[in-house]
């Protein structure tokens, strides 16, 4: 059964995770436990486990800032046919912005060797994308961290994972010079491997509950607090 458009769009973000993401997180994670291994005194690793792990980490954050925006920028646009977007051609345009400042912030990270610059470039990339992901288009579960199911969001986890990754990336330098922040480091991306996890479960499962464009009428009727559709009719004989 051929899928439209609109659902290969919303297959972008997911692939994109499957087929660059997590091999990536695979190769990040190795390096980095060889890169400490050999700094505790095993010669026999080599040497330059430490720079590829760095270098793969970069390309890492990358790609999931990438994945997300994709995510988002195709939430927002496809929720309505485009001639009925909320907020008319004068949102759209202020969104388009923000879209491009925050893919802007982050290329200007990326070349960014002062530690004011990575903080502020790091910093104006996450803000870009809280404030898309902060837009009504975007089913988030829950925005109270009171309540477990923001714990189970998918959108959280990824906001949360991304200032980890930008964070790991922004002090990079800092990272390999001292053990202050080597430890802090370690620290938050262990934090950050538990919920990639997380993101590994929570976005399968939104993928099985997210229809087919053509399928979104019917199961939308559904009652999906009493966990009811209603009744099909019998077939004719
Ligand atoms: C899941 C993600 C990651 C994990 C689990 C991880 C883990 C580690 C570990 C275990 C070390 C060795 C610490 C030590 O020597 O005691 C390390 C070092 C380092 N990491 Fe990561 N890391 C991750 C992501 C990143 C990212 C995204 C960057 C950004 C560019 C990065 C940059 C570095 C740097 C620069 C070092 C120092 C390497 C050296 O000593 O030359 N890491 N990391
Ligand atoms: C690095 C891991 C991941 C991160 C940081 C991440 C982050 C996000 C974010 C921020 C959104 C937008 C909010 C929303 O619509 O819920 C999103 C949407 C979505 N994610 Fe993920 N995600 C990751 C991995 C995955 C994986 C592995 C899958 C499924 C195999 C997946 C499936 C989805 C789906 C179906 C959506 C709805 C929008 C769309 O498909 O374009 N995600 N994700």
Not at 25 to 49: C, D, E, H, I, N
Not at 104 to 126: K, T, V
Not at 157 to 166: A, C, E, F, K, V
Not at 205 to 224: G, M, N, T, V
């Amino acid at each position: 059964m051929a899928l439209q458009t609109i659902d290969w769009l919303w297959l972008l973000h997911p692939a994109l995770a499957v087929v660059v993401i997590y091999p990536l997180v695979g190769m990040v994670v190795r390096l980095g436990v060889q890169a400490r291994q050999r700094r505790l005194g095993q010669s026999k690793l080599p040497v330059t486990s430490g720079r590829d792990h760095a270098d793969l980490g970069r390309w890492l954050t990358g790609s999931v800032v990438l994945a997300v925006l994709v995510a988002l920028v195709v939430v927002i646009l496809t929720k309505v046919p485009l001639a009925e977007f909320a907020g008319g051609p004068s949102r759209l345009a202020l969104l388009t912005l923000v879209t491009a400042g925050t893919a802007a912030a982050f290329a200007a990270f990326w070349r960014a060797r002062q530690p004011p610059f990575r903080a502020s470039f790091a910093l104006l990339c996450w803000i870009g994308l809280i404030g898309l992901g902060l837009q009504p288009e975007v089913w988030r579960l829950s925005d109270n961290p009171l309540e477990p199911a923001f714990w189970q969001s998918h959108f959280w986890g990824g906001i949360g994972l991304i200032g980890l990754l930008l964070f790991a990336m922004a002090a990079k330098p800092e990272t390999q010079r001292s053990l202050r922040w080597r430890r802090l480091h370690v620290s938050a991306t262990v934090l950050a491997a538990v919920v990639l996890v997380a993101q590994g479960i929570s976005g399968p499962r939104d993928l099985l509950e997210i229809p087919l464009h053509w399928q979104k009428p019917a199961i939308y009727s559904c009652d999906f607090e009493a966990q009811q559709c209603p009744a099909v009719p019998a077939p004719q004989s």
